[in-house]
């Protein structure tokens, strides 16, 4: 079956790629852009950039000091890769078929006799191999070589691709057996998926080896602290995420994968208490993860920023994997609504509708606009406001592009009793359950637009089997209607079991108008601010839509007028008061308000969607004006 | 005349360091601690890291690539050179002339015969003289060897290290003569005020050289950005201060040197622009500059977070350095209003009272503590809430030495009609004025734990002269009395013109109560808040005043109670609420209040004194629990 993550065992199962297939809406648009546009930019520039140039380079003993690209350059050559396994197995395209083919011809050439795999180290003039665990990635490099091959393996079966990542894998199983661990976790996510894959267990051993050895400082010290490679304590000890979150999410990730395979309750249970606090006190309204530009890291409980969250786009695609590890394990619903928001607040933020400009860092408040980036320039630096072509570190979008094209993969799943939407998009899901049974079903929908979802059932059941829908945290005063008869079902799982029969329609209804939300009093940077979210969306303001260029400083909403539709997702009625100009601004009264001030309706819009209209001003966080002290 | 700065007219004219000596108080005995401990540590450091025994391996030929010390160690060793000068002159203390005799005769046998000076590059297997211009820091280096000369020459006359200094400040000219800077602006401020202090005008016209070619992009691009040494954009086009803060403020503080020298009044008032824009819109509440680590640089107007405020010490110093040239450029009372809230504030916090260890950042929100130095250790992060000994990079300590060394120089300044006091503390001054007049004083004061400062006038004069008093901008209500008459006067300058006779008092009466500060609202990372300050301090919370260690996090204080005198320096009426755990921290309600909150009365102490106690979590701003709309 092909599933970008497949445990042994579990509280629900993946369906197969096969068994999902979106069918229209926003998913499946995103989808549609990633395969015509986004999968051959990629390529495209990794070649104009010579980071697969490198590879023949190796191949032909003609590589040195020049070498372009930084040393986990291999690192997106093998995310494309994986993306195109997806993606020819989506929709049998063959562009993509003879790219993996063509990718992995130049990729095969480079490889050591030894299984050694590597384009920055331990050829020529370079280093040796293995003489940087801190910063040299190459661990790193081979576990998404590993993944790619996962996703190969699963949807095609043993190719090239498969067979010298098998020796990559070797080659690591045999020189890591007693000591080690890269400074960039994402070898452990990578071994244990492709032990999955192959069956040979001894790889997911390897990842747990790489699990257990860290924390203990082993890796060098730097000046970020050993917090910043999550090698400053345990995984079991760890009582949340720290240090750099990509890499902090990626072992996490892994540790799920371990715990699972090994029926590791203890470790399960350390993740499950770093999801909550983590969650709890270091995430985003968005979902983002990542309050510190600095060690692109979490940041300390309550340290949540809107202006410098850097809530990098990778962090986002690393959160999504954790959080459907831990669904797989638990089939608890909290985690499918925080990869809902991921998706829609972060991932989908990320690529411009034409699929070839990406933003690395999401931020929550923009003060100045960002630059309009070249379509044909480098961006050197992953700041916010400005969706670039390329990045000199470009892991953002590759990992973009191996998620969408996986994406049906996190819809739904299924169990001995039955099928679990997660995720609600316009698609037809179609399982086999114990005992014959068969459980398929149309989904129609706008949603998010839209707050109906419309499930069909397309074939009837022998037996009885459950129908289970997820009701998003947010959603209170949903309802569910099935056979005429509606009623409220409470945020969580609202389940239906009896024998479906075909043309069975269950509808969901979601309350999607938009809404205030206010912060926890505890989060010092938005305090006396509340975010606007409609579904699972997160609202903005930008300063296209605002009078002159300090009016999305000064703006003050009032929360007592409510919310209106209008022009973007929702209207607020905001105030702009006009600021005494200059001046040491720590004043010995109260701000007061000039007769200046004056009222406006403030469009609010989707805040995946923010400069898409070109460069722009934007906060999701808005002041308020009306009294509101704590305990009203 | 000494002085760190003479320029060759101005408003006002700085005093001698001879014409004023603190007699007690605050500064006093940081002046002695500095002199007693914080010297000698310095030395002892470098000594023991081989930053001093660099200058020997040079000199013997023995360097390599095994080097101690960053590319800028050098500059750490002529600072302490010109804090030791300034000492030296201070109390005439034999063993600062030792040292300085010790150090110079190191230093001097490593100068090549062309004047170079550098033990980092152009000396065996090291890199070429100024192959890295962006990041070598030899011109910087270079710079402060000219402060320390400066020091030397006016302190004490021509000697050895004047001499090296005049060889390598000519070895400068000849080389940068046509092109080139440096990407740690230094060189500049050293080069103008040697020129000064030589009476060579062409070292001032070399600063000029160097100021009106940056900002052309003429260094190489980096991943922060051009805008980290102010490569972006020409001094005269600016109009905030951006990039890394020191690099900033010693760029600017050698271009006030400049204006005054060339009468350059375009460039003097895009200085003073600069300096209200960055002060309104990119400074703390402490003074403290710099928002940011990732480029230890100034955020964008508003950014002002307390918890990852940077505020490194050696910006507070900077900062000084800008605010005293342009006090003495133009006399406005605004320019020793921020050196008062920057000396108190950051620089007076940075060491411990034993003067052996140092803050480097300065945040004004600490959530969790610091470590507990270890005094034999050097620090390799610039963290917050640990005085370290020593640091990696340890820019610090040598600046606040040299600081201190010559703080008295920064109490008054003189001009053709008489005296200015600028900072109150106990000390000793005395002026000559045109005609034979003669200004002299002594100043008694509890000042800043008492508001109360009493001028006694020490000599008779033959005809009037005008004593000028800075009544600070948050003095509001403060009063001037004179011969047994007390009158109101505002903040700003008070002023009295007589023929005062020996034994003449003026008392000036500044109310220090503890008060309420706000933030001007459109600084977000801070809204909801107030800070509490007594007269010029900063005052704060710590976390061992608080019960349990999440009391800091949820503190809400209720202005309306006012502030008590009490345990620390005020005490605030605090709620402490107990907030439901965990969860997705956005709420579709506003928190409520439990039953569980209390009411405590809080201790808030200067902030200078924090982590006194030990490692402490500490804020600045406190929540205010009060309806707190605009425009009440």
Redesign the interface.
């Known amino acids: 079956m092909s599933s970008p993550v497949l445990p042994s065992h579990g509280r629900v199962r993946p369906l197969g790629l096969a068994q999902v297939r979106l069918t229209g809406g926003f998913w499946h648009e995103r989808q549609a852009v990633n395969a015509s546009a986004t999968l051959a930019h990629c390529e495209a520039w990794m070649e104009r950039l010579g980071w697969l140039a490198n590879f023949d380079r190796v191949a032909d003993g003609t590589t040195g000091p020049d070498r372009p690209g930084w040393p986990f350059s291999d690192s997106e050559v093998y995310k494309l890769l994986e993306a195109l396994a997806w993606e020819a197995a989506r929709t049998g395209a063959p562009e993509a078929e003879a790219a993996i083919e063509r990718l992995t011809a130049r990729i095969a050439r480079a490889q050591d006799p030894d299984g050694y795999l590597n384009t920055c180290f331990g050829h020529g003039d370079q280093p040796p191999r293995y003489s940087d665990l801190e910063g040299g990635h190459e661990l790193y490099n081979t576990g998404h070589l590993l993944q790619a091959a996962v996703a190969r393996l699963r949807t095609h079966g043993e190719d090239d691709l498969v067979r010298l990542a098998r020796r990559a894998a070797d080659h690591v199983c045999r020189t890591f057996g007693l000591a080690g661990i890269c400074g960039h976790p994402e070898i452990e996510v990578g071994l244990a998926e492709f032990g999955r894959a192959t069956g040979e267990d001894r790889y997911v051993e390897q990842a747990r080896l790489f699990l257990d050895r860290r924390g203990h400082g082993t890796l060098r010290?730097i000046?970020?602290?050993r917090a910043y490679f999550q090698d400053d304590l345990p995984i079991r000890e760890a009582g949340v995420w720290r240090g750099h979150a990509v890499r902090a999410l990626y072992l996490t990730a892994a540790a799920v994968d371990v715990a699972v395979e090994r029926r590791d309750d203890e470790l399960l249970q350390a993740v499950e208490r770093q999801w909550?606090?983590s969650?709890?006190?270091r995430?985003y309204?968005t979902g983002g993860m990542g309050s510190?530009?600095?060690d692109e890291g979490f940041?300390?409980?309550?340290?949540l920023?809107?202006?410098?969250a850097y809530c990098e786009t990778c962090a986002g695609v690393a959160s999504v994997m954790v959080s459907w590890r831990l669904l797989l394990a638990t089939g608890d619903a909290r985690y499918a609504?925080l990869i809902e928001r991921t998706l829609y607040n972060v991932v989908a933020a990320s690529p411009s509708p034409d699929g070839r400009a990406f933003f690395y860092a999401n931020p929550l408040?923009q003060?100045?606009p960002g630059r309009s980036a070249d379509p044909d320039e480098v961006s050197?630096?992953a700041e916010g406001g400005t969706r670039a072509a390329w990045f000199?570190v470009s892991c953002c979008p590759t990992n973009v592009a191996r998620t969408l094209a996986s994406l049906h993969g996190y819809l739904a799943t299924s169990d001995d009793d039955g099928l679990q939407l997660h995720q609600y998009a316009p698609c037809s899901i179609s399982a086999e359950l114990p005992d014959g049974r068969r459980a398929a079903v149309e989904v129609e929908t706008g949603y998010p637009r839209t707050g109906t979802v419309r499930v069909r059932i397309t074939a009837d059941a022998a037996a009885p089997w459950t129908l289970a829908l997820r009701v998003p945290?947010?959603a209170?005063g949903a309802t569910l209607t099935d056979a005429g008869r509606t009623r409220e079902v409470a945020p969580g799982v609202a389940q239906l079991r009896r024998a479906f029969r075909a043309s069975d329609v269950i509808t969901l209804d979601l309350p999607v108008e938009p809404?205030f939300?206010?912060?926890?009093?505890?989060?010092?940077?938005?305090?006396?601010?509340v975010?606007v979210e409609r579904g699972p969306e997160v609202l903005c303001a930008e300063s296209r839509d605002l009078p002159g260029p300090d009016a999305l400083?000064?703006l003050?909403i009032d929360t007592g007028a409510g919310l209106k539709a209008g022009d973007g997702a929702a209207l607020a009625r905001a105030?702009l008061?006009a600021?005494p100009?200059?001046?040491?601004?720590?004043?010995?009264?109260?701000?007061?308000?000039t007769g200046d001030?004056r009222w406006i309706d403030l469009p609010l819009r989707p805040y995946r969607t923010w400069a898409q209209r070109g460069p722009a001003g934007m906060r999701v966080?808005l002041?308020v004006?009306?009294?509101?002290?704590?305990?009203?």
């Open positions: 010290d000046p970020l602290g909550e606090r969650v709890a006190r995430t309204i510190r530009h600095q940041g300390e409980d309550w340290e920023p809107p202006d410098r609504d408040h003060r100045t050197p630096r000199d945290a947010w209170a809404r939300t206010w912060p926890d009093p505890r989060i010092d940077a938005v305090r006396g601010c975010a400083d000064a003050v105030l008061p600021h100009g200059g001046g040491w601004p720590y004043l010995t009264h109260q701000a007061a308000l001030a966080w002041p004006s009306t009294p509101h002290p704590e305990g009203e």
